[in-house]
């Protein structure tokens, strides 16, 4: 089996076009091609993790944050990362983040939350919007098939659990090609008139450029006809944060104290008490403020997110409950889900989640 093998289970849930622009989750060290015996699951990549995977004899790390953020021009061992780099190449071990892009897969981080908190009847939060293109082009019939087959391998047709999906119509094209052109059809300086199929697809914003080349690539046209609509459709399988139900309405504070134990706080920060008993509940792992107002308006009585600043927790207003249960508790099970979807594919494989808590973070 090879690095890329186990990258594209994962991808399968989490694809790297669902990654925010500022990330840099995917193969941050090593080779796609090279051979994988021993993956370590961790939610950080720190030079104990690696200590780790050298002594369990890992050659892959999956990891959900992503070792190197920004850029690097120096590797010399003066920081942590750069001595994870070191580490990292001299023992032959990848490296691989699967960050925002689990965030926002809808089987991703949240949906593992919502698991552990029991929930029911949930869906994303904020479900992503302004991220897909439709492309509408025009080709002769005997094309068509070798068209389609492009657009979607580079990624173009995919609807939910659906690809390949795309629609045809048919139709009259007409040109007149000058004197220093080469027409695939017809001939020049004369009004030709073509039997097209007319194809639309609907692709990911940043698919763009790849599906026009692989269209300009596969059309028999010199000049193709094609246009590219920005969509406003929302995207309910891909977004942040999640919204649930528990099966009965419980006792606010007993549910608090629940968290607190399955997620195995220190501590939970949270505003005023407002309702006594609590049904619907939204959560984000991480970082989770900005969602804080649809929390709200999706009638959420409690909001479980992480790094919530002293005045992010006034947005509340008594409308929710704002619940701090930490960055690293918020997100530790989704080693867990890393876990399982390699485990599904690759059962008979070695597969363990990392022994060390990364957590920097201590409550006194
Ligand atoms: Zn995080």
Redesign the pocket.
Known sequence: MTVKDCISEIEKIAPLRYQEPYDNAGLIIGNPNDKVTNILIT?DVTEVVLQEAIACKADLIIS??PLIFKGIKKINGNSETERCIQLAIKNDIAIYAC?TNM?SANAG?NAKICEKLGLINTRILQPKTNSLTKLATYVPHAYVEKVQEALFAAGAGCIGNYDKCSFSAEGIGTYRANEQANPFIGNKNEFHKEPEQRIEVILPNERTHAVVNALLEAHPYEEVAYDLFPLQNTFNLVGDGMIGELPEAMDTKTFLQNVKTTFGCGIIRHTAITKNSVKRIAVC???GSFLIEDAIRNGADVFIT?DVKYHDFFQAENKTIIADIG??E??QF?KELFYEILKKKFYTFAIQISKVSTNPINYL
Do not use: R, Y
């Open positions: 939610l959900h944050h960050h965030d981080v792992g991480g970082s992480a960055h690293f918020s997100e989704t």
